[in-house]
């Protein structure tokens, strides 16, 4: 495949309209390119099969549905720091309806929904934001007179790929807290079946975009996790990739805000940091294309655990982490090297064997000049060495 | 060797018992080490040694290893010396100076493994594409094994026929005659390998740089001086060795044979203080040995050793006088101790706040090697035909 993905010609034409369509340098877009297929961790040259893919006027369609959350995270995707990236996204899909960001209002919204699910049926994907309250029939939360779950079931019934956007849609997320009194559940529980999950509180908009820019590349999700979540920003522990890994296992931890170990950056394990029991690339993605530290531990902050059911929302803030498949070293290294010094037995020690040498010697010798004097040479001297 | 037989006497095993209170003082040093050893290997080298980031390496590869390959350079010298100056009337000390040499060496090679910290990673030395060929310790460490081999190879007439009981009986005698034939090639490796390897200890001290204090720091001349000492060591190894046996094992002394061999170190020795104190004069570092330092007292003691045999042996007559022959084979032998010792620790300064001194567990291995050379000279000098034989009348 990679052979014919890059026809010089025919890319400079296309290169041309993206131009025009996203308004942004030829250079912009390759970047961005190179981003989400770094960030997917596909290999070198992908980003060309990813050009490729998105370059295509024939966008896909995604119906963007809203329930119990925040927004937060459709705000992280806008507010991305990236100079185009809100063009891209909207632009690089074809959003035919999203609560929020749709000019639309009422039936007019409603009528775009229907239509577009008709124009593009079996082809758009379905991006749920927020939890679906089950508890008394779905009462709590309703749109255009539909509850959520009626609404997220008539949606996905035709979708050609379902992602749940943010930690309420992935497990329940903050809405689900107990006591949970709407019965706030996932998409995944409310459809039965499995779903891509993208949790965060926000969720990175690149573990995002890369999911779909992998849909639109490949034909289908990527490979994910028994969570559900793409396995290329969610397979390792936050912990085994944090800058402040260094002091935890040296053991020099923050006991408090503020006190010196906290101004020093030292690891906040004890300050109840999930980051040993959360699977996230936050440490590596970072948040806001802002540049090193900007993500909550590297800011000083524990990580709460927003990726992880059952941590976020779930376990206090500064309770401490399970360490999971992290075990501390049984010695720490010293932070303080010994230098040496001179014990007093090794000293004795050496002055005995020295003195013992020296006097076997100068005897030896004394005997044997003797002998010499006396004319002998043939003679065995007495010594304590013979047998 | 055997080709020289027209020479004196052949040797033959000495016999006699092998369990006396020499022997068995010997053993329990040898055991005190060996627990160390254990010790050593189970919990490593910060449980039992005062090694440190400053000082990584300490007494057991600056003695066991650099001052034992030295001590063990008898062979060494009596095969340059009978073999390449072609001075046939020392044959009868070169077999016995071998099985000192041979046992100096392997125990030199064991040593290492001790102090290695990953020891089990030792053959990437050897070991195409992990091998650095361009560092000074690969030549040390290959030429040091390959010298081993070949010293073996050397002292095999000695055991070969000790050894041939079972289906060995056949095949000995060819073994035999192979040696035999290519023990030219073995002399000259045997000759070669050493003069490479000594001379290459020397060099390490080179890549010190301005961490090896200045009287010791003489560069290019580093791996002449350690060659040269490492002959003299030799030679009074080889005296000091026959004097201990003959004293030991009641035998007669061979005082006509030493003093002639007493010449040869005389003169060498004469030689390496000229290069040795014209090279501090010429790089303008003699000053330094007039310093209220230890380096400088350390630095006194050991040129006197050198200084003092040369007044010792100066004249016929006191070459010939078995005391002072003795006495001055000691102070050689101290003479290339303190020179090791100085360059590779006294003189040898990574940093401030940086000491070594070695612990008492580090002595006793040492210790305990020593005995166990020496046990293994009088268990095998009894056991193999290594001594020449005695005659009545003989001188």
């Known amino acids: 495949m990679s052979e014919t993905i890059f026809d010089l010609q025919r890319e400079e034409d296309a290169f041309a309209v993206v131009e025009q369509r996203l308004q942004i340098s030829r250079r912009e877009f390759m970047q961005f390119c190179a981003a989400v297929a770094a960030t997917m961790g596909l290999p070198a040259g992908a980003e060309a099969a990813v050009a490729k893919a998105i370059e295509q006027a024939q966008r896909p369609s995604v119906i963007w549905l809203h329930f119990q959350e925040c927004t937060g995270c459709s705000e992280s995707l806008l507010r991305a720091e990236h100079p185009t990236l809100e063009k891209l996204i909207l632009d690089v899909i074809s959003l035919d309806y999203h609560e929020t960001l749709f000019v639309a209002a009422g039936h007019q919204a409603e009528a775009a929904r229907k239509s577009a699910m008709q124009a593009h049926k079996g082809k758009y994907v379905l991006v749920v934001e927020g939890a679906i309250p089950v508890k008394e029939n779905g009462i709590y939360c309703k749109i255009g007179g539909k509850t959520a779950v009626d609404l997220v079931k008539e949606c996905a019934a035709d979708a050609a790929a379902v992602i749940a956007i943010g930690s309420c849609a992935s497990w329940g997320g903050m809405p689900s807290t107990g006591p949970n009194p709407t019965g706030a559940s996932s998409v995944a529980e409310v459809l039965g079946k499995p779903v891509v999950t993208i949790p965060g509180c926000p969720p990175s908009p690149y573990n995002f975009l890369a999911t779909v820019v992998h849909f639109l590349t490949f034909g289908k999700l990527p490979e994910v996790d028994q969570l559900g979540r793409p396995k290329f920003a969610y397979s390792r522990l936050i912990h085994d990739n944090c800058e402040r890994r260094a002091h935890f296992d040296a053991g020099r931890f923050a006991i408090e805000f503020g006190d010196t170990g906290h101004r020093q950056g030292y690891c906040l394990y004890k300050l109840g940091c999930k980051g040993p029991e959360t699977f996230a690339n936050c440490p590596t993605q970072l948040f806001g294309d802002a540049g090193p530290g900007t993500w909550p531990v590297g800011c000083g902050h524990p990580c709460i655990g927003c990726t992880e059911k059952g941590v976020g929302f779930a376990k206090p803030i500064h309770q401490t982490a399970v360490l999971k498949n992290v075990v501390p070293p049984l010695s720490y290294p010293r932070i303080v090297e010994e230098q040496g010094g001179t014990s007093f037995a090794a000293a004795a020690a050496l002055a005995a064997i020295a003195g013992a040498a020296a006097g076997g010697a100068a005897m030896l010798a004394k005997n044997l000049g003797k002998q010499a004097e006396d004319g002998k040479p043939g003679t065995p001297a007495t010594n304590q060495k013979a047998d | ?395």
């Open chain 2, 1 to 395: 060797m055997t080709e020289h037989a027209h020479h004196a006497h052949a040797p033959a095993p000495l016999g006699g018992k092998l369990i006396t209170p020499v022997t068995l003082c010997l053993g329990a040093l040898t055991l005190a080490a060996a627990v160390v050893g254990v010790i050593r290997f189970i919990f490593g080298l910060g449980a039992v040694t005062n090694l440190n980031d400053g000082y990584p390496f300490g007494l057991w590869i600056v003695y066991d290893v650099v001052i034992g390959s030295a001590f063990a350079c008898g062979g060494y010298t009596m095969a340059l010396l009978v073999y390449i100056f072609n001075k046939g009337e020392y044959h009868p000390l070169v077999r016995p100076a071998l099985l000192a040499s041979v046992f100096g060496y392997t125990l030199a090679a064991v040593s290492v493994i001790f102090d290695l910290g990953r020891y089990w990673n030792a053959w990437h030395i050897f070991w195409p594409g992990y091998s650095n060929v361009n560092s000074v310790l690969f030549e040390v460490a290959t030429c040091i094994s390959l010298y081993i081999m070949v010293m073996w190879i050397e002292f095999s007439p000695a055991f070969l026929d000790k050894i041939a009981v079972g289906f060995l009986k056949k095949i000995v005698p060819d073994i035999k005659r192979i040696v035999a034939k290519l023990m030219f090639l073995f002399i000259a490796l045997g000759v070669l390998l050493p003069s490479m390897h000594q001379s290459s200890l020397g060099s390490m001290l080179i890549i010190f740089g301005n961490q090896l204090h200045p009287l010791w720091q003489s560069g290019f001349m580093l791996p002449l001086e350690f060659l040269l000492t490492a002959v003299l060591l030799g030679f009074a190894v080889v005296v000091f060795e026959a004097t201990l046996v003959s004293m030991g094992f009641k035998r007669p002394r061979e005082t006509d044979l030493l003093a002639r061999l007493a010449k040869f170190m005389w003169g060498l020795l004469l030689v390496y203080l000229v290069l040795r104190i014209g090279e501090l004069v010429l790089r303008g570092a003699l000053p330094h040995a007039f310093q209220a330092t230890l380096e400088a007292f350390w630095f006194w003691v050991e040129m006197l050793c050198f200084i003092v045999p040369l007044i010792m042996l100066a004249k016929p007559a006191s070459r010939n006088n078995a005391g002072k022959l003795f006495g001055a084979a000691v102070l050689l032998m101290l003479g290339g101790f303190m020179l090791r010792i100085n360059g590779f620790l006294v003189g040898y300064e990574t940093g401030d706040g940086w000491h070594y001194f070695p612990s008492l567990s580090e002595f006793i291995v040492t210790v305990g090697l020593i005995a166990f050379e020496v046990l293994a000279y009088i268990i095998l000098v009894k056991l193999l035909p290594v001594l020449p034989a005695l005659k009545p009348a003989s001188r």
